[in-house]
């Protein structure tokens, strides 16, 4: 199939993450996944909720949004919306699955997404960007001496799939994701396990061999992602087999 940036089914958008995007975060990045631009900030505060209270434990929390104008038609300001409650949600689980809360002390951090401009893929950019703000908080947390030693266990990044016109495609854009078959979501590790799989077929139901092919894909441009990642933060790979 012909896709409308002459990309390669296997093939991930131009990524470019700038990092200390924002001057007073304890944690930042600008990442733009092609025409997809989120902004991502980390906020460190010494207070945990008041489940986690006396328990020795940090806690890491996400906010999400779009910008009005970040699509072709004026979106209203998110007040208590559904999807935005689910993507942060998704946002937080996932960076909870790579870090040990307990060095974390007494501290949570936030981090911020907020969506510039959308097309395709915002919340997979928010969780690959995500990652980044929230290894230079811990960073800035250990510089100022307030935990020992990072909490972070690996790395983390996500992508979108899809099946567009019957043929399994990576990282789909807005006019690929508005047409797709099915559409999944797919968040992993850098030792490439599994945090969360998101997928629903979207005007068809789809196979196992389909599946295992979109699975395949994701691993592909989660591995370039997450090199990426590295690149920007100019870290080893906190993975090693």
């Known amino acids: 199939m012909k896709r409308r940036d002459n990309r390669k089914i296997d093939e991930i958008r131009p990524i470019k993450i700038e990092k200390d995007y924002l001057k007073d975060a304890e944690g930042s990045c600008l990442i733009q996944v092609g025409n997809t631009v989120v902004v991502c900030s980390a906020t460190v505060e010494n207070r945990v909720p ?3 209270r006396e328990s020795n434990s940090g806690w890491i929390t996400a906010e999400y949004g779009m910008l009005p104008r970040s699509c072709k038609e004026r979106v209203s300001r998110e007040r208590n919306h559904g999807r935005t409650h689910e993507i942060q949600r998704l946002i937080g689980r996932a960076l909870r699955s790579v870090t040990n809360l307990t060095r974390l002390k007494d501290f949570t951090i936030t981090v911020d997404c907020d969506v510039l401009q959308a097309d395709g893929g915002t919340r997979t950019a928010a969780i690959t960007g995500s990652w980044v703000a929230l290894f230079d908080a811990v960073q800035h947390m250990i510089s100022k001496g307030w935990i020992t030693n990072s909490p972070l266990k690996e790395a983390l990044a996500a992508i979108s799939v899809g099946i567009v016109d019957d043929v399994p495609i990576l990282d789909l854009a807005y006019d690929e994701d508005s047409s797709a078959k099915v559409d999944m979501n797919v968040v992993m590790t850098e030792s490439m396990k ?21 699975l395949q894909l994701a691993e592909q441009g989660i591995k370039q992602l997450i090199e990426i990642q590295r690149k920007v933060l100019f870290v080893d790979p906190y993975f090693k087999k």
């Open 50 to 52: 008041v489940f986690l």
């Open 194 to 214: 599994f945090v969360e799989i998101q997928g629903t077929g979207e005007k068809n139901s789809f196979t196992k061999t389909e599946f295992d092919q979109m």
